[in-house]
């Protein structure tokens, strides 16, 4: 019998054939052995444009194309390197410094390598991800460069040598290999002038020490930022975890917070049902205070204090431990602010030794006191401590520096800490090492945390870039956006040229016969009509009606036809995908879809033929859906009104065409609709909305541009249908695809959401709310009246809104039919379809219900268009869930920033004319504290935080500074009643009943707004400062 | 762990392994490995190695009447996938799993139709494929084994038999877009492209020419005997994914003819 081994010798290409073998664990435990084949070759090119010898061998791909050299001919150059050089950076160097390489100032022509880009993925996910970003973008300049399938440039590893000197002595072999080929085979000419040098950068200093005896040019990080230009503000975004753990090691053995648990224990332990996991959530009103829903407690786990939450930053997914019974209490009833507990502390030393300073101490005992108090009413909830933490949610934050924390010295270069204050509340401060501490005090910066180490009461992190001065329009945006992650870049090219390329001119083909009117109905003889908000260019939706000759009328819902424009998978696609939804701001809109197609080809404009998606019903004379029917469509809408045209034009008697006709059919419908809602259970939410109608007119009192929603007829008109016509689509769609079809649901809240207000309502005003179903809820809404304040009702309506869970994109396949439910709307199925400009869900039910009816588009694909697999439309689903949350919260907040600006001119209108009075305004109670209330201000829609120095005793001014007022705190006492929900607030030693405040729950208060420069946290963002005048 | 083909592929033009899209793994094959058999062969496709051989034709079975009676032979095939093969070793040795079931399946048919079975009414061919390494393309693997294993034997049959596989990256499940029309078909999966990609398994043959026949007519004597896919593909990439394994097939035939050729001498 012949030998079976591989005889190597006898073929000639065998030679380049080695194998790379390595060993991987699985997350069984088991140990498995990988032996890959590598097929070394020499036609991977250095892709210099210098290099004259490359460009020969470079391989097509499959269409015959050949990659485009990348790295430039005239590199920039340093003092240290002035012919230019080529980076060629190791693992460490880009976990430690990537936002320098994402960086536009510095850091061009960088050659990545295989090996690097292999480690960097086993160490870090995110990490490598945006260095695959860097690497497609053009503008960097960055090559991967395979070196492990270059012969010349393959490293077996050593018998002896660990995977990390291989992965060194990769590195430097690159950086010799280039140097050599460059000196070879640049072009002819430039020889000797301009041959770039190839630096390694690491922080390694082995690694550096070799490369000294190899004679490889090598720079560590810093010490290579330090030659360019702007230094300082580089070496800032060096990654802080790397030094200060150097640092540290020596200084400090002393630790401040508990050490997690390993892997291994926190998996038994949640299997053993002995830990549990959820969400980190922090209170909005108390920092040290935060809870986690866990599966296996009806309410939240309550976490309290620093030394429990255990470095856990909100939105973390952490592991819990619950604490043993005696340690239970009830949750805060006590406003605690980061900023105003540790305005000291000292961002360069720890001086205090244990984690919980006295002050921090202070404001738990209270709690402590509370819980085991008389109160039975307020049971002690369950509270727990953080264990472990599975995932980190780390993300970048906009913030700016503790002016108290930088030194006095600051105008000096020397490395200083600061703390950094985020935006957002809820996230502890950020040690941030800095040698620019007096360039960027006072303004919003961008950072990122590093670490939180076990020595270290406060997360470490680094800068990335300042966004501008404070309070500056422009600074302030961008931070909202980023603060909401909304993707506000301009559309990159690739997406740009998925647009149809007559731009503008694009029309709806004139001759039947073309391909765009196949399966399309033709629809131009209707009159069609669309009613928005004033002003909106991306009309999504048109109307019609028309009485059929049987007595029963037609009516239309049109849909711009989004889907025909934006095609599955092509990078328009894969960017709207991403940002999920068009973000609404104030002075700004940023759209899904590039504009183009938002507010031109798609918007269903009046008097031009448009593609549109429609929804045709035959309906009786008493709005009963005899049938209904889909179609692609070609319109021409007749009219584009805003809702107030709509309406007087509705109610101008001497209006007899038509299209008057057919809106006042359609109004009469919605109203019959709308009635049949209510009678399901619809129920009638409020949120505190106001808008901003600006009418760009300087000289005016810009208040006057807040202004709170008005509803009329029309608005709900269209709101009905628009209802309608995502119910029919849904289970036309539900029907076709029971696995994958794209629907909204709306959970039934919990019952135990309400406890707090049914006990509040029936406590203070002695009525019920059943929330027994959506219907009772409704009904018992309705009962909530208060004749003598009107707003009252309103108030609870708000305050239930948030007793419940969000609605949710889902894929059908997720929940059981009996789930689909929308709660709010009280209908068994729903979905979104009726806005595809704007919202990327109602651009996949389009092609779902495109491939549901059958049609089958220009080129008879569209019929798979709307097959997706069910994996990925749940990745889909789970981010427009969260972008479209953002949006909300991102729209809110501009608002917010607008009535805050807009208070401030005003506040110094009127400081011209000698008195800032603020303005009077009524507000009501919308939850009471131990130490403050909050009041929400329906005029503005804001709510806010009113702090004991915040109320206006009898016989005492009004007119104080910020200041003066804070000065007060300290001698105030207040007498709070959890039970009764009230509050007293009075002057130490003055416990005269003349003399003090009481507020109670949902009581109506006089309130003076004004708008005052934040200090602390936030900074920046104008707090609207709420002075209670008169209980 | 190495990066994945879907990721770095489009940016560097090069596979996990370090290939190029269309360049087959190292091919290598003996043939008359074990003399106890009527005919065998040793095939390795990078780590993919197989050991076949071929007994018969033999006489029939008896109570074996279903395609005996038929006046052909009848092809039977027995797929044994080594406990040693994959990355996990199998405890349970020698019992037949899916794939192995599949393969033999196919491998049965395809040659049962290939072979001139007329030849030898009343009689068993019967082949046995032992899988010593799998690493993707393994039914492809096997084909071009046992076409080896049954030239050795000497059984007549039209040409050679060649299998191979091809891929598509990118994101085959959605139509191609017409405006961008980049495909990026690859030749000759490996295990961890084939879990990643969708690929089909094509093989094909040409007829030796027989007298006359001159050897230009090469094309149209090609003729696809196999074609199977178990993944999901959208029809658009099937023409390309077909084309380029097409080729590989007469690629994998001239190595073939290559290994032939050469015991002989």
């Given amino acids: 019998m012949k030998s079976l081994r591989r005889d190597l010798s006898a073929n000639p290409q065998a030679a380049n054939v080695t194998s790379k073998v390595f060993v991987r664990s699985t997350k069984s435990g088991k140990v498995q052995k990988i032996v890959r084949e590598l097929y070394l070759r020499e036609d991977i090119p250095c892709s210099s444009k210098l290099c004259s010898q490359c460009p020969t061998i470079a391989p097509a791909d499959a269409n015959g194309k050949i990659a485009p050299f990348i790295l430039s001919d005239r590199p920039a150059g340093t003092t240290a390197f002035p012919r230019g050089h080529y980076i060629v950076p190791d693992t460490n160097a880009l976990l430690n410094g990537m936002d320098l390489f994402e960086h536009t100032g510095a850091f061009y022509d960088v050659i990545v390598l295989q090996t690097v880009l292999e480690e960097l993925r086993n160490r870090s996910i995110p990490l490598y991800n945006r260095l695959l970003a860097l690497v497609k973008s053009d503008e960097k300049r960055f090559y991967l460069f395979f070196n492990e399938f270059r012969r010349e440039t393959h490293v077996r590893r050593g018998p002896e040598e660990t995977i990390n000197d291989r992965n060194d002595r990769a590195v430097r072999m690159v950086a010799t290999w280039y140097s050599s080929h460059l000196q070879q085979s640049a072009k002819k000419g430039k020889k000797e002038k301009a041959i770039p040098a190839i630096v390694v950068i690491t922080d390694d200093k082995e690694n550096l020490r ?57 998996t038994t332990g949640l299997r053993a049902g002995t830990l549990h996991q959820g969400v980190f959530n922090v209170s909005p009103y108390n920092y040290l205070e935060a809870s986690v829903k866990t599966a296996a407690f009806d309410k939240p786990l309550l976490i309290l204090g620093r030394d429990n939450s255990n470095r856990a930053i909100a939105g973390d997914s952490v592991v819990v431990e619950v604490l043993p019974q005696d340690q239970w209490k009830s949750p805060s009833t006590k406003i605690v602010d980061e900023e105003a507990v540790t305005r000291n502390d000292n961002p360069d030393t720890e001086e205090t030794d244990a984690v919980v300073t006295d002050r921090e101490r202070k404001a738990l005992q209270e709690e402590v006191k509370k819980a085991h108090g008389k109160n039975s009413d307020g049971k002690p909830q369950p509270t727990a401590k953080v264990v472990g933490v599975i995932k980190r949610s780390w993300r970048q934050y906009v913030g700016h520096v503790d002016s108290n924390s930088t030194g006095s010295q600051a105008s000096g270069r020397r490395q200083q800490n600061v703390f950094l204050l985020p935006m957002d509340k809820r996230i502890p401060k950020i040690r941030v090492r800095t040698r620019q501490a007096s360039d960027i005090l006072g303004q919003r910066i961008l950072v990122t945390i590093d670490s939180w180490d076990r020595d270290s009461r406060y997360p470490t992190g680094h800068f990335i870039r300042s966004l501008g001065e404070l309070e500056t329009k422009g600074a302030e945006t961008e931070a909202l956006l980023l603060e909401y992650d909304v993707q506000y870049k301009p559309f990159p090219k690739s997406v740009l040229d998925c647009l149809p390329s007559e731009g503008h001119n694009w029309k709806v083909p004139v001759s039947k016969e073309d391909k765009g009117w196949t399966g399309r109905k033709d629809l131009r003889d209707l009159l069609i009509c669309s009613i928005d908000p004033p002003g909106c260019q991306d009309i999504d939706d048109a109307l019609h009606a028309r009485l059929l000759p049987n007595g029963n009328f037609e009516v239309g819902v049109h849909i711009a036809d989004v889907s025909h424009f934006v095609k599955p998978n092509n990078p328009m696609d894969l960017e709207a995908s991403i940002r999920g939804t068009t973000v609404y701001l104030v002075d700004k809109r ?3 879809l590039p504009h183009l197609l938002g507010t031109d080809i798609c918007s269903l404009k009046p008097y031009v033929e448009r593609y549109a998606f429609s929804v045709q019903w035959e309906m009786t004379p008493d709005a009963e859906i005899v049938s209904s029917n889909f179609s692609k469509s070609v319109i021409r809408s007749r009219e584009a009104f805003s809702y107030e045209q709509a309406q007087l034009r509705i109610d101008d008697k001497s209006q007899q065409d038509e299209l008057t006709e057919s809106m006042r059919t359609l109004l009469k419908f919605s109203k019959v609709l709308r009635q049949k809602r209510m009678d399901a259970g619809a129920l009638n939410l409020a949120s505190p909305e106001v808008r901003i109608e600006s009418e760009g007119d300087e000289v005016g009192d810009p208040l006057t541009d807040v202004k709170t929603k008005a509803m009329l007829d029309t608005n709900s008109l269209v709101e009905e249908f628009m209802l309608l016509a995502n119910i029919t689509v849904a289970s036309k769609v539900y029907e076709s695809f029971p696995q994958t079809a794209l629907l909204r649901r709306h959970a039934t809240p919990p ?59 889902f894929c059908a396949g997720a929940f059981g039919e009996s789930e689909f439910r929308h709660y709010g709307l009280a209908s068994p199925i729903y979905t979104h379809f009726t806005s595809p400009i704007r919202r990327y869900a109602d651009l996949m039910v389009h092609r779902q219900l495109a491939s549901a009816i059958g049609y089958e588009g220009e080129d008879g694909h569209a019929v798979i268009e709307g097959v997706s697999t069910r994996n990925k439309l749940e990745d889909i689903c789970r981010n427009i869930n969260v972008r479209h949350r953002n949006a909300q919260h991102a729209g809110r907040a501009s608002i917010e920033y607008y009535v805050g600006q807009a208070l401030k001119a005003r506040g110094e209108k009127m400081a011209a004319d000698g008195v800032d009075a603020g303005i009077e305004e009524e507000g009501y109670v919308m939850r009471v504290f131990e130490n403050g209330v909050v009041i929400f201000v329906p005029r503005f829609g804001i709510e806010g935080v009113v702090r004991l120095e915040d109320f206006v005793l009898p016989g005492e001014s009004g007119a104080r500074s910020v200041a003066e007022r804070r000065e007060l705190a300290p001698h105030r006492t207040t007498e709070f009643d959890s039970e009764e929900y009230t509050l007293c607030v009075e002057e130490k030693g003055h416990p005269e009943k003349e003399r003090s405040v009481t507020v109670e729950l949902f009581q109506k208060v006089r309130v003076n707004v004004s708008s005052v420069k934040e200090e602390g946290r936030g900074a920046g963002k104008r707090r609207v400062r709420i002075l209670v005048t008169e209980a | 762990m190495p990066l994945d083909t879907s990721t770095t592929y ?63 032979a009848v092809v039977e095939v027995d797929v044994n996938v080594a406990g040693f093969a994959g990355v996990d070793r199998k ?57 080896l294993a049954l030239v050795d034997a000497g059984i007549p049959m039209p040409g050679l038999l060649c299998g191979c596989t091809a891929g598509m990256s990118g994101s085959a499940s959605t139509p191609r877009d017409p405006r961008h029309d980049e495909l ?77 050729k050469g015991s002989r001498g």
């Fill in chain 1, 210 to 266: 070799k490369c000294k005896e190899e004679n490889v040019a090598a720079l560590s990080l810093s010490d290579y930022v330090s030659g360019l230009e702007g230094s300082e503000m580089l070496l800032d975004m060096i990654s802080e975890s790397k030094d200060a753990r150097d640092a540290k090691e020596t200084t400090r053995g002393e630790f401040f917070y508990p050490e997690y648990f390993t892997m291994s224990k926190l």
């Fill in chain 1, 590 to 592: 940023i759209d899904m």
């Fill in chain 1, 751 to 809: 019952p135990q959401n309400f406890e707090d207000l049914q006990k509040q309502l029936s406590k203070k005003r002695d009525m019920e709310l059943d929330v027994s179903s959506s219907r009772a809820l409704a009904d018992s809404l309705d009962r909530c009246i208060d004749p003598k304040n009107p707003f009252f009702n309103t108030l609870v309506r708000i305050l239930a809104t948030r007793c419940m869970t969000s609605a949710e994109y």
């Fill in chain 2, 10 to 72: 489009p940016l560097t033009r090069l596979r996990l392994d370090g290939r190029r899209w269309n360049e087959l793994r190292l091919l290598q094959a003996q043939i008359s490995t074990n003399p106890a058999s009527s005919g065998s062969s040793y095939l390795s496709m990078g780590n993919t190695s197989i050991m076949c051989s071929v007994h018969g034709p033999a006489e029939g079975r008896r109570g074996d009447s279903g395609a005996a009676g038929s006046g052909h």
């Fill in chain 2, 91 to 147: 405890r349970r040795a020698g019992g037949s799993d899916r794939q192995s079931t599949r393969i033999g399946t196919i491998i049965r048919s395809t040659f049962q139709s290939h072979l001139h079975t007329y030849l030898y009414p009343h009689s068993t061919i019967s082949i046995h494929i032992s899988v010593l390494s799998a690493d993707g393309s393994l039914l492809a693997a096997a084909i071009n084994a046992c076409t």
């Fill in chain 2, 184 to 260: 990026d078909p690859l030749l000759d999966l490996s295990l961890p492209e084939e879990q990643e990609l969708p690929s089909l398994t094509v093989a094909t043959t040409t007829a030796v020419p027989v007298g006359e026949n001159n050897m230009d007519d090469d094309e149209e004597a090609m003729k696809v005997c196999v074609l199977t896919m178990e993944s999901k593909v959208h029809a658009t990439y099937l023409e390309t994914m077909l084309a380029v394994g097409i080729d590989g097939c007469s690629q994998i035939r001239e190595l073939l003819e290559g290994v032939i």
